[in-house]
Structure formats: C-alpha cells, structure tokens
C-alpha cells in the first residue's frame, strides 16, 4: 500500500505529540482521508458516558483519550456504520507507540496502524461493501 507523504507527516507529527502521554490511558484517533473531501460525522460512547458528536472535515483528526471499549457511530453522505476503534483486549498490544491507535478512516473502511506491521492494515469495511 502506498501512504501518501501528507498522512506520513501527520503520522509523524502525532506520535511525537503523544510520546509523553500517560502510560495508563489510551488515546484513539481518527484521521478523515475520505474522497471529495467529505466531512466524516463521528458520535463516540465509552464506559456508559457519551463522548459527543464531532465532525472531522477532510485530512483532519481527533482523538479521544479512553481506557474502556470506545464504540462510534460514524456517517459521510449516505454510508454509515458503528464501530469498536478501541478494545482493551484487543488493541492494547497493536496500536502505535505512545499508547495510541491511530485510525484512517477512507472510502472502503477504516484502517488501523499496526505498531507490529508498521503499516495500516484495513480493519472495518463500510456496511454494505
């Protein structure tokens, strides 16, 4: 898979901003990359608690600092879909350094960042795909 130098950049930029973070919570990010520059809509919930409604526009972020499931609905134009960007169990062990889970979210789906890999990896298609 080819990254494109902008992502690679804001990849960079973003491990380096979270290299002190604390090591007991996690952060979840998520990086709109979606065509025709489409506003990603995201409405997260963790641990019971509504975290919100954002609208991350394109080749723009936002993170979410949890230590509990974190489960988002997310919508650009007609497509939808709800998704765990961040299990305990599951995550802990492969997202990126500095405790954070770097999510690109595109027009097939969403893409994590495997620490392991050192690469994106899809993750979650679009319902319907």
């Not at 950049?9 to 380096?16: G, K, M, R, Y």
């Not at 990086?31 to 506003?39: D, E, M, R, S, V």
């Not at 939808?80 to 960007?85: A, E, M």
């Amino acid at each position: 898979m080819n990254t494109p130098p902008s992502f690679s950049l804001f990849l960079l930029l973003t491990v380096l901003s979270f290299a002190g973070s604390s090591m007991a919570d996690y952060k979840a990010n998520v990086f709109n990359n979606l065509p025709g520059n489409a506003n990603l809509t995201v409405h997260c919930k963790s641990a019971g608690s509504d975290l919100g409604t954002q609208t991350i526009t394109y080749l723009h972020d936002f993170s979410w600092t949890i230590n509990n499931l974190l489960n988002c609905d997310m919508s650009w134009g007609n497509v939808k879909g709800n998704f765990d960007i961040f299990d305990p169990k599951r995550d802990a062990s492969r997202c990126a350094y500095g405790n954070t889970c770097f999510w690109v979210v595109k027009q097939d789906g969403l893409y994590l960042f495997i620490k392991e890999h050192k690469r994106l990896e899809l993750q979650f298609k679009w319902p319907g795909n």
